[in-house]
């Protein structure tokens, strides 16, 4: 570790910048103006032109720890620069640089610097890796025995840190447990429950417990050693597997061999996911690679939940801290960790706050007892409320485009607003967005773009349906033909990642992923995404969220390649909640609704105008209503039709969107039910997912439940501290629903 950079010479009135520092200033301000022209950015503090004012009026009178960060920040920016811009392998675009110039400049305010910070740009443009140059900051400030107290790196949502701590290298070896992850006694057992899912009569009969965990334990390296080693242990026993069995024989083997994992199917069935080989699968490397925390060395003192990483120290003596927003905003977490966590945090970084203030974060840590107010940057895509002291310039979705950060993104919309319009959630909304996912895109069959049923996507639905659109989709693709593999995603942190391993690894055809909006808008990194699907009704808000998953996608990007959104309209769906709305893309639409080709470039100022002189012969066109609802005695902008429902609750039952008294599958509060009613027993364990949404069903809550799943890890909480968890629950969605609407909502 280099010495830090001496900033200034001199002490009171008579301080000044020393020499290279004043250089380094003039070049790094000058290209903070050039990047974020401060003209366009008037919500954000900018620094001073003169190095000597910067030094005598906002460095050299700012708190002492204040003063500190800046300087370790000041370094690393000079180090970054001599470098060609590099961080964690990775180059860093002009604009996530420019971010660690407005931060570390605005750090420093004198008497009046700030406490908190907030960096906003568009999804899927880096913004965690700018956290992480800000933790490497801070392990240099503990290093240097400058920063006494614990750096907290925080995510909104639990299962969101795994991926911003690992890395995506490390994912497939959490996942098999290979080095440096090593396989508890629970996951043993986890692998053989998931197996006897598949088939418990074979598993039960010559795999049972004490056997299959005394196989595990000799971990063979491929799967023809833990073939033979089966072999070996069946002939031992004098057992004879049957021709039948031999496919639960060749997955049994594959798990031992650590080449495969289990999934949930759909209809509650168990499938296999085999991975391709992993080089070097034995081999002990660094547990921390991913973009926040690559800067932890090994065996530095650190906390992170058994799902996230591999610790290395206790909550108490550790100096960094992995773990979930939760432990800043759960009343009982934070109740419990005062004495050891939070009285000596001083710095929080947090990942995708979502609407969270920062008082949030720092009155658990002020009431613990700390003497400092910790300083809170956190890092998201869209700014809520204006209790934050600092707000970045903001780094938008166009110009991630112009920049080439983002790839271009097409839209299809359906249907059109003259053609018929089913209520959500219904037979023939369903036959309706099948039938239409297999229709070819006029618009890039012209362009040379690869159809939307070729490339891998991602399709949202309520659900309730999940199951229902993957049995479909499987049963429709095999019909045509068509080489794809469909799999349903309905949460659970090994789901997740193994899910998004499969996702990112070619195959024969495309690979296609189901789930709902409230399980993926906020975390679920599939890099070889091209299409969205959003085949249910969503929020605008959701909408972004969703079309940030998409952001997040790579590939090849050449000539007029792009992604592409589609979205269905519902009869009883908001028709202000279109990509047209929902982002920033810089182009004027009329307000009474128009004409758009299917496929046409939203995003791109140049691909816009480009798509509007190519496809003006394109039939594939659709008409986009007005985005309100008709007045009184005025025509419905949309043609609506009555719908058969789907969901359980209200299963056949006739959805008539015109009639307002009709409870629709969506706001009927038992629309979420499962299709049978569960038994809360306290001695079995904590409640189920399915009696949690019974109970919100009860209260009212199912809309909130949806929006935020971390209610479940709340229940579950509850019950293992001895509290209520039914009592939880309905506290939970009441806090919740106060915080988004206000009292009485």
Known sequence: MRPALKILKGSGSACVPTSSFATLYRRLTRFLADVFPPEQNPQSQYPPASAAEFVSQRFAKAPEFHRHLACELWTLLREISEVGHKVNEKTLHDHQFAHLIWVTVSVTNGAESPTSFFIQ??????????????MQACIRLQTRGLMKGKVAYCTAKPYHIADKVRGKGMAQRRILRTPPYEPTDKDINRRRLALCRMN??????????????KLFAQRPSTEAAARQMIADYLCGAEL???????PMVSNVARVLASVATTVRGPSGTTELLTFPPMP????????????????????????ARESVGISTASRGDALVILEPASVFTSVMQIERYREELHRHVEVILCDEAQR???VAFQEPVLSAGARHIPLVFAAGSQWYGKNWDCRSPVHSFPESIRRGILPDLGVKIFPSAGDVHFPAETEESLQQLLT????PLSAFKELGISQPYDVNTLVVVHGRLVDTVVERLRADYAERGMAATVRPFHG????REALQIWFDTPDAGPNVLVSTASIVKESLDLLSLRHLVVGTRVSTDVLYHLIGRLAHGRGQRHGVDRML??????????LGATPFVAIDHGQKFPDDGFTWVNGHALMSDRAFQRDRKRLKEINDTVEVPAHRPAKRGESPVIKMACGKSLLPADHGKIIDPSVRSTPNAMTHRLALLPATHEEYDPQKGPPSHNVVRQWAAVCGGLSVLETYPSIFLSVEEAYHHGCDPHQTLEQKIAQLRERCHGPGR
């Not at 959104?565 to 908001?574: D, E, R, Y």
Request: proline fraction near 9%; aromatic fraction near 12%; include cysteine.
């Open 121 to 134: 740009g568009a999804p899927g443009t880096g913004k965690t890796l700018t956290l992480g140059v800000l």
């Open 200 to 213: 418990g009569e074979f598993m039960k009969k010559y795999f049972p417990g004490p056997r299959w965990t």
């Open 240 to 246: 004879q597997i049957e021709e039948s069995d031999e």
């Open 280 to 303: 070097d699968a034995a081999c002990q490397i660094a547990s921390h690679t991913g973009d926040a925390a690559f800067a932890i060395p090994p065996d530095f003192p650190l906390f």
């Open 356 to 358: 969270r203030q920062p």
């Open 436 to 439: 239409t996912y297999f229709q």
């Open 492 to 495: 659970g942190e090994e789901d």
């Open 565 to 574: 959104v589609t979205l269905q309209q519902f009869a009883n769906s908001s």
